[in-house]
């Protein structure tokens, strides 16, 4: 019997193992699900950052990522009413008077004031940082310092001209107090004044005091200056404790400023607080609690002459002096 014939194809049998499921990139949702988490993860990592953070290092973490540019206005940045004047509009009456209150910067001019003396505008006059007294003011007031707003634009516009320095701007800090105006030398994560348990300054510390000398040399006011450290004790058998720290890095700022111009007969006083007025209290080894300050003091206004309120009075004529037996003068000592 002939073997049975057809045209038609073969028919062939696959066999697949396992479900068709795998076939349709089952491991996509996979990768979505792993880039959420991480998402997620990045989220949560972040919250805990700031929740974690003190408002010092959320001022380093923003100046860190600030880009920097040469015309960037720094006056009042980051303090209270960013920089503005609670004062009224309009142009500068009395250019000898406090540019608004402490805190604060100088009012821009509007249009149609016509006033353009305003320190960082062209044509503008350079003043001194120091207040003029007013007249006829009495025994026992103080002429105050600078304001703390003009001081900081003078010392970040001179840090702004040293590249060195470009880092350093969260370092310094600024405050109107009872007894002056305050300049706060921090140090911080990124940066620091001076080797851990040593008084001898940086490099660019003393870079950085040179500045500041710079400054406070266009004003007449005396200065104090005190050291601050953290908590961080020194070992139990040290002969050497926080107290001696402090003021030797008080001392060796103290030396900074007058190598660079002060005049020793301005420092009323140099002191070391070790770690009794910590800056961030809740923290006591924080790094900003290590610090120096640089106190520009209220001076005493010298007394009125006697018999005269406003202007000063007319000087008593001076005497000669008696003549002596033999009729000549005696001179005075």
Do not use: C
Request: net charge neutral; glycine share 10%.
């Amino acid at each position: 019997m002939a073997a049975h014939s057809s045209n038609l194809p073969p028919i062939i049998i696959k066999k697949v193992k396992g479900g068709r499921h795998d076939a349709h990139g089952s491991s996509t949702w996979k990768i979505a699900l792993a880039d959420f988490m991480t998402a997620m993860f990045i989220i949560f990592l972040m919250l805990w950052i700031i929740n974690q953070s003190t408002p010092e290092q959320k001022v380093s973490i923003a100046e860190y990522f600030a880009p920097v540019s040469a015309s960037r206005n720094p006056s009042g940045s980051g303090q209270m009413l960013n920089g503005e004047t609670i004062s009224k509009d309009g142009a500068l009456r009395n250019p000898s008077a406090p540019l608004g209150t402490p805190g604060g910067g100088p009012s821009l001019p509007k249009d149609g004031d016509g006033n353009t003396d305003v320190p960082g505008f062209p044509g503008a006059q350079p003043k001194p940082l120091g207040i003029e007294a007013e007249p006829g003011a009495l025994s026992g007031q103080k002429t105050p310092a600078p304001p703390a707003a003009e001081v900081e634009r003078q010392v970040r516009q001179a840090l702004q001209g040293v590249p060195e320095l470009q880092g350093f701007q969260a370092n310094v800090q600024f405050a109107q107090t009872q007894d002056g105006t305050r300049i706060d030398l921090i140090d911080n994560e990124k940066q620091e004044l001076f080797p851990k348990g040593s008084s001898r300054m940086l490099p660019q510390t003393e870079r950085l005091m040179a500045q500041v000398a710079k400054i406070i040399a266009s004003v007449p006011n005396k200065v104090a200056i005190s050291g601050h450290t953290d908590s961080v004790a020194f070992g139990p058998r040290s002969q050497y404790d926080n107290w001696d720290l402090s003021a030797d890095r008080a001392n060796s700022s103290r030396r900074a400023l007058t190598k660079n111009g002060i005049a020793d007969d301005r420092i009323a006083s140099v002191e070391g607080k070790a770690d009794r007025e910590p800056k961030v209290p809740e923290d006591p080894k924080a790094a900003s609690n290590r610090r120096i300050s640089i106190t520009l003091l209220n001076e005493p206004v010298p007394p009125a002459p006697a018999g005269g309120t406003g202007a000063a009075s007319a000087a008593a004529p001076v005497q000669p002096p008696p003549p002596g037996p033999d009729g000549r003068l005696i001179p005075r000592q």
